[in-house]
């Protein structure tokens, strides 16, 4: 595919999905998030109103003092998406194959990551890992995903 033309569906593509991902995620987490998060951060002297659910009972009975325990909550994700690349992709009507659908679909959901500041990454794969493009931030890395969706030519071994 020429370089120009392969923008050219790469932007396409881009306008379509960009309504779709505002339309899940509309901004950073909106919602409250409920619970203490899983990074464990450190232990810090009791304040009065601190949750008592979150006295550290080794430490308090160490220094004869109440400690709680610090967390910190984790927001971010990294999203990798695992891509058929193998020839059933080639399926469908002449309109849309599997792959243009799949290309589509992996859109809408790398730019809806990048909405909500995410790492995004692919696995393309067949009756073996084919590429992997590691999880990284970022519009152009988003766009580049894009890119390889739609020109990614499958390695195929010769037959003996």
Known sequence: METADL???VRKIE???RGLSRQIFSGEYHS???GRGMAF???REYTPGDDVRTIDWNV???FNSPYVKVFEEERELSVVMLVDVSASGYFGTHSQYKKDLITELCAVVAFSASTNNDKIGVIFFSDKIEKFIPPKKGKSHVLRIIR???DFKRRV???I
């Open 7 to 9: 923008l050219k569906k």
């Open 15 to 17: 306008i379509k999905t």
């Open 32 to 34: 409250a998030f409920k």
């Open 41 to 43: 951060s450190e232990v």
């Open 60 to 62: 308090t009975a160490r």
């Open 148 to 150: 390889e969706l739609i």
């Open 157 to 159: 071994k010769e037959q």
